[in-house]
């Protein structure tokens, strides 16, 4: 059974046109994590959520945000993508000493 | 600031043959990861190291833990192709949420070893 699912698997959009990532988990986990993957590069953290309580990376640029309606949803919203957010997209929850990612959502960027 | 480093960055291997990727990371941690990821995919778990002097082994890969040393390895034993993929070690940041007065650990990844098997 499909713990950490995210959706679309793939999403094309265009230069500056606003784009959202979901992310939903059957595991009932407080901690949530969004991570960026440009290809050949190593997952990068943007933000993490423990219930509501949100935090992001310092180097997380603003046109990146998340919301998280409920402990089993988190999202990612791009305002206005460019062509170097072209990447990777993986959500990962965590309890104790584990993270679980999802299969991530890859962002083409037109 | 925590940094991870794995080495090597490539890595050529013929079957059968035995290797070792090395991570090093800058300061005080007990736990870590290594992920194995193949093209275009998620990361897949492979072992949690939690304590000075852990070991752990599934099949041909064997990782172990050396927290004085800041060193974690991982040996591959009798490669073959099926092995090739990315192998990212990462380290865990400790961070605390004040409103709840608990820590979660936040990941950070080496630049990963990218392994190529070939007969």
């Known amino acids: 059974d499909a713990m950490v699912i995210q959706n679309p698997r793939y999403q094309v959009t265009q230069f500056g046109k606003p784009v959202t990532l979901s992310c939903s988990q059957t595991l009932n986990h407080n901690v949530m994590y969004w991570y960026q993957q440009k290809s050949s590069q190593a997952p990068k953290l943007l933000f993490h959520?423990?219930?509501?309580?949100?935090?992001n990376e310092a180097d997380t640029p603003d046109n990146f945000q998340s919301r998280r309606p409920n402990t089993s949803f988190c999202f990612l919203d791009i305002r206005s993508p460019g062509l170097g957010d072209a990447a990777m997209y993986l959500c990962?929850?965590?309890?104790?000493?584990?993270?679980?990612f999802g299969p991530g959502t890859r962002l083409t960027v037109t | 600031e925590l940094k991870v480093e794995q080495n090597p960055l490539f890595l050529s291997m013929q079957e059968g043959k035995n290797y070792t990727i090395y991570c090093n990371y800058s300061t005080t941690s007990d736990r870590l990861y290594w992920y194995r990821q193949d093209p275009g995919k998620s990361l897949e778990s492979l072992f949690v190291l939690l304590s000075n002097g852990a070991v752990k082994q599934e099949g041909r890969l064997m990782a172990s833990l050396d927290t004085k040393a800041r060193l974690s390895t991982l040996h591959i034993t009798a490669a073959v192709h099926d092995l090739s993929a990315t192998y990212f070690c990462?380290?865990?940041?400790?961070?605390?949420?004040?409103?709840?007065?608990?820590?979660?650990?936040?990941?950070?990844f080496g630049k990963g070893t990218k392994l190529s098997v070939k007969p």
């Open positions: 990962a929850t965590s309890r104790a000493h584990e993270q679980y």
């Open positions: 990462a380290v865990v940041l400790d961070f605390l949420y004040m409103n709840y007065g608990g820590s979660q650990g936040n990941l950070i």
């Open positions: 959520y423990y219930d509501k309580d949100f935090n």
